[in-house]
């Protein structure tokens, strides 16, 4: 399935506002939502600080990152950095110590069960215009649909190396990544077929598949309601460096007392 063209949805005299009421509606509605480019552009003239620079800044950020050593599969071809934060319901960002990501063997039966501790997103990423203007989109998104007090949240940086024998952006397969929404946007993709997304229903029956292919182009779903997988990427010309690069967000609610240092 191709991405949505936006200029098709929406007119000139939309608003951001316009906008995210039309994101909110469509995940309220299917559970899962998907978009080319055009959102977030939006969403990054409205604020300032994210200009032509930030925006090439922040991409290239995720040309210095380590390889992940956790890997279940022994594969080497996985590299992220890790950041987290709580955002309240009126969308105030606040970035936590940094501290290791956990998930159940029951979300992630390859790489579960152990405290993964990953780089830290460097201060200049992490603390910069472009991730808090994503952060507050995505909780502008999500704190309609779920006005929760406040938001623990998740930010991962990857890049899937495709390797000859397919570098796999969801080693665990088709999976829930026990939160309550996720926010994907694709990075960067270069040299690489494959990277197709495909979004379940929680007893498995397909709803849709879609491949980012453009930069900022995002994907969004109710991980509460639907199970999301991504197939290998394989390298168009196996004599050159060949990858994706996609950030995820992911929002947990809060609902009760904190938990301060523990994990997810
Ligand atoms: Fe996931």
């Known amino acids: 399935m191709s991405l949505p063209t936006l200029d098709n949805r929406f007119d000139d005299r939309r608003t951001i506002d316009h906008t995210l009421r039309s994101v909110q ?17 939006e969403v990054f003239q409205s604020v300032s600080g994210c200009g032509t620079i930030a925006l090439n800044d922040f991409c ?7 390889v992940d050593t956790y890997m279940g599969d022994r594969g080497v071809y996985r590299r992220r950095r890790h950041a987290t934060y709580r955002v309240s319901n009126d969308h105030r960002i606040q970035k936590l110590p940094h501290r290791p990501h956990y998930q159940t063997v029951n979300y992630n039966h390859l790489n579960g069960g152990v405290e993964r501790h990953f780089d830290p997103i460097p201060d200049t990423v992490a603390d910069g215009a472009v991730l808090r203007a994503l952060l507050h989109f995505a909780s502008s998104v999500f704190s309609a649909l779920d006005p929760v007090p406040s938001w623990y949240v998740e930010v991962h940086q990857f890049r899937i190396e495709a390797v000859e ?21 694709l990075i960067d993709r270069h040299n690489v077929t494959g990277g197709e997304t495909t979004v379940y229903s929680l007893s498995g ?32 010309d196996g004599n050159n460096v060949a990858y994706r690069d996609v950030l995820v967000i992911t929002f947990r609610a809060e609902r009760g007392v904190r938990e301060e240092g523990a994990c997810p």
Not at 173 to 184: N, P
């Open 60 to 66: 290239q950020s995720w040309n210095d990152m380590p």
């Open 25 to 41: 509606e469509a995940v309220r509605a299917q559970s899962y939502f998907m978009a080319g480019g055009q959102i977030l552009k």
């Open 165 to 185: 024998h397919g570098g796999k952006p969801t080693p665990e397969g088709a999976h829930r990544d026990g939160v309550s929404f996720v926010l994907m946007v």
């Open 205 to 236: 029956v397909p709803l849709a598949d879609f491949t980012l292919q453009k930069r900022f182009d995002i994907a969004l779903v109710n991980d509460e309601k639907v199970v999301h997988g991504v197939s290998p990427v394989f390298p168009t």
